[in-house]
């Protein structure tokens, strides 16, 4: 199974949600095999966090397919570097990590309005390749309008998206979750279903707590036929 690891914007969560996930699969499942993937990469980042966590049976190019130097938006990034953005490339990687791997955790770009190529987004990409998808919500003002404009493009693109992951990307205390990303307001104006609120990490590389904030998600509602297999 796979699934994908979308946000609302760069710096959202999407790396920890991520690598909290694989923790947790290596952790309480490690009879089953994980496999990690960013769709492509602009800049350090996140490969070389992936490897230096986790031992991955995996080449860097099935980890990162596409890798370019810059820290822009893909297209922008290819076209300093005078290259095209080849998805058949990524797409096999991904064949190739499904037909080993008993799980793949597909970690996507920016936002889902995110563009992939001149004429893709990372909706587009997910709606396409069929990817079920969650997405993450950072704990901040604008936080209830990002989840609505985001969810609308989701369902505009017929993504199979399973659930919303709140993230604090900085110290929050309970009242300010629950008055910055009200659930139940969020799931009424969405009709999509909160799977948990990830809490803010001062060490975001221990794998102890990253596997324990996983466990603390609606693991079923995520991933269904995983979770009913282990």
């Given at each position: 199974?796979?699934?994908?690891?979308?946000?609302?914007?760069?710096?959202?969560?999407?790396?920890?949600?991520?690598?909290?996930?694989?923790?947790?699969?290596?952790?309480?499942?490690?009879?089953?095999?994980?496999?990690?993937?960013?769709?492509?990469?602009?800049?350090?980042?996140?490969?070389?966090?992936?490897?230096?966590?986790?031992?991955?049976?995996?080449?860097?190019?099935?980890?990162?397919?596409?890798?370019?130097?810059?820290?822009?938006?893909?297209?922008?990034?290819?076209?300093?570097?005078?290259?095209?953005?080849?998805?058949?490339?990524?797409?096999?990687?991904?064949?190739?990590?499904?037909?080993?791997?008993?799980?793949?955790?597909?970690?996507?770009?920016?936002?889902?309005?995110?563009?992939?190529?001149?004429?893709?987004?990372?909706?587009?990409?997910?709606?396409?390749?069929r990817l079920p998808t969650v997405l993450v919500v950072p704990v901040k003002l604008g936080a209830i309008a990002q989840s609505v404009a985001n969810v609308a493009l989701a369902k505009l693109s017929r993504i199979d998206l399973r659930g919303i992951v709140l993230n604090c990307t900085q110290p929050r205390s309970e009242t300010e979750i629950a008055e910055l990303t009200p659930t139940d307001l969020i799931q009424s104006l969405t009709n999509i279903p909160i799977l948990g609120c990830l809490p803010y990490l001062e060490e975001p590389k221990d794998l102890d707590k990253l596997a324990q904030i996983a466990s603390d998600l609606e693991l079923e509602r995520l991933m269904p036929v995983v979770m009913g297999n282990w």
């Open positions: 199974m796979v699934i994908l690891i979308a946000g609302t914007d760069t710096e959202v969560g999407k790396t920890v949600l991520t690598t909290a996930l694989t923790a947790y699969g290596q952790k309480y499942q490690p009879q089953r095999a994980v496999g990690m993937m960013k769709l492509m990469q602009a800049g350090v980042g996140d490969r070389e966090l992936y490897t230096s966590l986790f031992s991955l049976d995996q080449s860097p190019q099935e980890i990162a397919p596409l890798y370019f130097d810059a820290p822009l938006a893909p297209p922008v990034a290819a076209a300093k570097e005078g290259r095209d953005i080849d998805l058949g490339v990524v797409w096999q990687a991904l064949q190739s990590l499904q037909a080993r791997k008993d799980w793949v955790i597909v970690e996507a770009l920016g936002g889902l309005g995110t563009p992939v190529t001149q004429e893709l987004t990372v909706a587009d990409l997910a709606a396409s390749w």
